[in-house]
């Protein structure tokens, strides 16, 4: 019987071997899960490659028993407490607002947030209205390529990588053997797009550079000389007020659960501010209860 390796839900079809290992998900931090299952050593090199980028064994992933509110008031406001979770034990409350992970304030920064809707394919068309002088000016332009930098690589010719790359420049490593590995690797590049990852060979750039520190606007720091930024007119010292025709707001109760994932045992510290005080607690996340 042939054997069956599922990598971001496509499956590959290999050899029959005596070196069985049973699936093991992986997950990323937006929720979205990918497989490896197959042979031992095929497995083994999924996983390591997976994790290695960030992602986490499924079954390994903790959970700190909150749930947040995503809008208005209740934005980054705790409004469920799961009974015996870490949270609960850590004395956290409905109510309460996060207002920082690990000593790291958990809003982010109008320029993280123009970065992210900025990066995309070469190719592409971006949208971008910035204020100068006062006065708001809209651009529109089309991504240059742009070389990624060296992603990561399988080391055997047994098993292909084409990896994916995100804003921050964090790889995901698509991986395929076998006769049918390149739709397992078109699979996996269509299931971790919806993250934000675009193929590493397909990577764009504006030019643009941005204050990703300042929290009150996102200045442009630089514009790469002939750059699609450049030849659009966009200077450095213009501040980006909307791209895509969404302005830089963002929930913070909508990325909090990215930035608590971890490893059930992971120590984590939060600070939150309860009406008018704020104290900070350490807690270790617990592990979620099998579906």
Same mark, same amino acid.
């Given at each position: 019987?042939?054997?069956?390796? +599922?990598?971001?839900?496509? %499956? ?5 071997? %005596? ?7 992986? $997950?990323? $931090?937006?929720?979205? /899960?990918?497989?490896? !299952? ?13 994790? !290695? &980028? #960030? ?21 980054? =406001? ?26 790291? %304030?958990?809003?982010? /920064? ?34 240059? $390529? ?7 690589? &399988?080391?055997? *010719?047994?098993?292909?990588? =084409?990896? *994916? ?25 269509? /299931? ?54 969404? %302005?830089? #707001?963002? &929930? ?14 992971? $120590?984590? !510290?939060?600070? +939150? ?19």
């Amino acid at each position: 019987m042939p054997l069956t390796w +599922v990598l971001a839900g496509v %499956p590959v079809v290999l050899l029959s071997s %005596p070196l069985i290992a049973r699936g093991t998900n992986i $997950s990323d $931090s937006k929720g979205t /899960t990918g497989s490896c !299952s197959g042979i031992v050593p095929i497995v083994n090199k999924c996983v390591q490659m997976m994790e !290695s &980028s #960030g992602l986490i064994r499924t079954a390994d992933v903790g959970t700190t028993g909150l749930s947040f509110g995503i809008a208005d008031k209740d934005d980054g =406001r705790i409004i469920h407490v799961v009974p015996g979770s870490a949270g609960a034990g850590a004395g956290l409350q409905v109510g309460d607002k996060i207002v920082a992970i690990d000593g790291k %304030p958990t809003r982010p /920064t109008p320029g993280m947030i123009a970065a992210e809707r900025i990066f995309g394919v070469s190719g592409g068309t971006v949208e971008i209205k910035v204020r100068r002088g006062g006065k708001e000016l809209e651009f529109s332009l089309v991504r240059d $390529s742009e070389k990624a930098p060296r992603g990561p690589h &399988s080391g055997t *010719m047994l098993v292909a990588v =084409r990896p *994916m790359i995100d804003w921050r420049g964090q790889f995901i490593p698509c991986m395929g053997a076998g006769p049918a590995g390149f739709a397992a690797i078109d699979g996996c590049h269509k /299931t971790f797009a919806k993250d934000g990852y675009v193929g590493a060979d397909d990577l764009g750039t504006t030019g643009i550079q941005l204050d990703l520190e300042r929290a009150d606007a996102a200045i442009i720091t630089s514009v790469n000389p002939g750059s699609a930024a450049a030849k659009a007119g966009i200077r450095a010292g213009d501040e980006i007020v909307q791209v895509n025709e969404l %302005p830089l #707001g963002e &929930s913070v109760g909508g990325i909090l659960p990215e930035l608590l994932f971890g490893r059930a045992g992971d $120590s984590i !510290s939060l600070t +939150v501010q309860s009406g008018e005080s704020t104290r900070t607690v350490k807690f270790v996340l617990g592990r979620k209860p099998r579906e």
